[in-house]
Each structure stands twice: as structure tokens, then as C-alpha cells.
């Protein structure tokens, strides 16, 4: 399987009369209220899919096009469980959906590719461990996620200073290296995105 290539895109948001500077204007025909969802910009549209609507996680998700203030539904064939607090990325093709949870912690996900309104599978063999509020972002070739959180049956909370990488090319999964790092990583929830130490050729990401 070639990686995917970056070759969509809707014709670009034109300057006209039509928006006035620093105003909000409403949209028409929303998806339903949600919290805890993803959204990705594609460069011509916002994708929003998941998140949790009072106790009933979602698997839906919309297609939002400003330049003609317009939502399209995508399908829900092969779609990945309904969840949130799972991570979004979009990879220049797909939009690669991962992790969350809804009445268990999830190691499962979805590559959505808007041109054909599809969803595959990501493989669930070697993923990380299921967990929520973990980070994840696009490296040009794969999309590599860290930490989170999960609790077990006995209502054990643990935070994760794991992670893996995800290749869309070879559908697997690597998982990323670990060692004490010198600036003093630790796990975390909700923790941010700031590089730590790659002087071994390893990312690694403290909170």
C-alpha cells in the first residue's frame, strides 16, 4: 500500500463583501451538540467527528466548508466507535482518528479520506495501550502518539508516559522509545506538546 498523497483540497475561501472583519457569523444544517470531539483542518474544510453528548458517545461526524457556509454528514459505514476524548490529525489525505473512550478505554481507530467519504481501520496490532486526553500529531509520514490516562476495573488511575507511531502506509504500529529524560518528563493529563530530548533520535514530550 503507497502512503497517501496530498492532493485534496476545495477551492480556496475568496475575499468578498460577504464576511465583515471581526464578527461571527452562524452556520446552517450544524451536526449535533457534542463535547470532547476532534476537528481537523483539511486547508479548504473543518472535519469534526466524536465526541460525547450528555452519557451517548458519538460516531458522527461533518464536513464543514466556509467558503460556502455548508455541512456534509460523512459516512458511518466502517466508521470507528462512537468516543471522545480520542486525537484527530490530518496526514495532507486522511484524517486519522485514535484512542479515547466511551464505556471502556480505546486502542482502536479509524483513517477517514474525504475525496471518496470512506473509513479503514487502523491496525490494533502492537497500538498502544487504551487510554484518553492522550496528544498525537502528524510527522510528515506518521502520526505519532503520547501519554494519556486510563483507569482499571477497580477505579485505579494511571497516567502513561507511553506511546507509539503510527505509519498509514504499512497500516502498523511502532512503539516510541523510552528513557528517563534529562529535563524531567513526566506522565501527564492533558499535558502540552513541547519537545524534551532527541539528541538519541527519540521524541519524547513532557507535561
Same mark, same amino acid.
Given at each position: 500500500m503507497s502512503a497517501p498523497t496530498a492532493g485534496y483540497a476545495l477551492p480556496k475561501i475568496t475575499d468578498g463583501t460577504a464576511c465583515t %472583519? %471581526?464578527?461571527w457569523t452562524g452556520t446552517l444544517n450544524v451536526p449535533s451538540a457534542r463535547?470532547?470531539?476532534s476537528a481537523v483542518w483539511t486547508g479548504s474544510e473543518m472535519i469534526v467527528w466524536g465526541g460525547v453528548n450528555y452519557n451517548r458517545s458519538l460516531n458522527t461526524g461533518e464536513k464543514y466548508d466556509p467558503?460556502? %457556509?455548508s455541512w456534509t454528514a460523512i459516512t458511518l459505514m466502517h466508521a470507528p466507535q462512537g468516543r471522545s476524548g480520542h486525537t484527530a490529525v490530518w496526514t495532507g489525505?486522511?484524517?486519522i482518528v485514535w484512542g479515547g473512550? @466511551? @464505556?471502556n478505554f480505546l486502542s482502536t481507530g479509524g483513517r477517514y479520506n474525504p475525496v471518496a467519504d470512506t473509513w479503514t481501520a487502523t491496525s490494533t496490532s502492537n497500538a498502544p495501550h487504551p487510554r484518553a486526553d492522550h496528544t498525537a500529531i502528524w510527522a510528515g509520514s506518521q502520526m505519532i502518539v503520547w501519554g494519556g490516562w486510563y483507569f482499571d476495573a477497580n477505579f485505579n488511575t494511571y497516567y502513561l508516559n507511553t506511546g507509539g507511531r503510527y505509519d498509514p502506509a504499512t @497500516?502498523?504500529?511502532t512503539a516510541t522509545?523510552?528513557?528517563q529524560c534529562t529535563c524531567g518528563a513526566l506522565p501527564s493529563h492533558g499535558h502540552l506538546e513541547r519537545p524534551c530530548d532527541d539528541r538519541l533520535g527519540?521524541?519524547?514530550w513532557y507535561g
Amino acid at each position: 500500500m503507497s502512503a497517501p498523497t496530498a492532493g485534496y483540497a476545495l477551492p480556496k475561501i475568496t475575499d468578498g463583501t460577504a464576511c465583515t %472583519d %471581526d464578527s461571527w457569523t452562524g452556520t446552517l444544517n450544524v451536526p449535533s451538540a457534542r463535547a470532547a470531539h476532534s476537528a481537523v483542518w483539511t486547508g479548504s474544510e473543518m472535519i469534526v467527528w466524536g465526541g460525547v453528548n450528555y452519557n451517548r458517545s458519538l460516531n458522527t461526524g461533518e464536513k464543514y466548508d466556509p467558503a460556502i %457556509d455548508s455541512w456534509t454528514a460523512i459516512t458511518l459505514m466502517h466508521a470507528p466507535q462512537g468516543r471522545s476524548g480520542h486525537t484527530a490529525v490530518w496526514t495532507g489525505a486522511e484524517m486519522i482518528v485514535w484512542g479515547g473512550a @466511551n @464505556n471502556n478505554f480505546l486502542s482502536t481507530g479509524g483513517r477517514y479520506n474525504p475525496v471518496a467519504d470512506t473509513w479503514t481501520a487502523t491496525s490494533t496490532s502492537n497500538a498502544p495501550h487504551p487510554r484518553a486526553d492522550h496528544t498525537a500529531i502528524w510527522a510528515g509520514s506518521q502520526m505519532i502518539v503520547w501519554g494519556g490516562w486510563y483507569f482499571d476495573a477497580n477505579f485505579n488511575t494511571y497516567y502513561l508516559n507511553t506511546g507509539g507511531r503510527y505509519d498509514p502506509a504499512t @497500516n502498523s504500529w511502532t512503539a516510541t522509545g523510552y528513557h528517563q529524560c534529562t529535563c524531567g518528563a513526566l506522565p501527564s493529563h492533558g499535558h502540552l506538546e513541547r519537545p524534551c530530548d532527541d539528541r538519541l533520535g527519540r521524541l519524547e514530550w513532557y507535561g
